[in-house]
């Protein structure tokens, strides 16, 4: 079965940074877009940063350009979410998707993603 594991996730101080992985396995998703996305208390569940399959392309959320950085590791079946700057509200449980099928554009809906993580709980206090 396919399984997506995220890791990394805690408790920080505003203005610090934290690291995100998540481990892909039951698949190999080197030609899939692979992205991140995060709920908050009493909010949708939003977008925040994907990337292609071969890596050469990003795509952020707003509210996140300049602050996040997407990459992945085919090699390892990974990608990682590098998160600087922290904000109270960055605040939220952050999940890790796959798409669907291989080689899709980088502009994915929700429901173009097949493949969800549990999430990993990251807190940003001040």
């Known amino acids: 079965q396919v399984q997506l594991v995220e890791s990394g996730g805690g408790l920080v101080q505003a203005g610090d940074s934290l690291s995100l992985s998540c481990a892909a396995s039951g698949r190999t998703f080197s030609t899939y877009v692979m992205g991140w996305f995060r709920q908050g208390p009493r909010k949708e569940r939003e977008f925040v940063a994907a990337?292609?399959?071969?890596?050469?392309?990003?795509r952020y959320a707003d509210s996140v350009k300049g602050r996040f950085t997407i990459s992945r590791d085919n090699a390892k079946n990974a990608v990682y979410l590098q998160m600087n700057s922290l904000k109270l509200e960055d605040t939220a449980v952050y999940f890790c998707?796959?798409?669907?099928?291989?080689?899709?554009?980088?502009?994915?809906?929700?429901?173009?993603?097949?493949?969800w993580g549990q999430g990993t709980q990251v807190t940003v206090s001040s």
């Open positions: 998707a796959v798409g669907r099928r291989e080689y899709q554009l980088l502009y994915l809906t929700p429901g173009e993603y097949g493949y």
């Open positions: 990337i292609t399959w071969s890596g050469a392309g990003t």
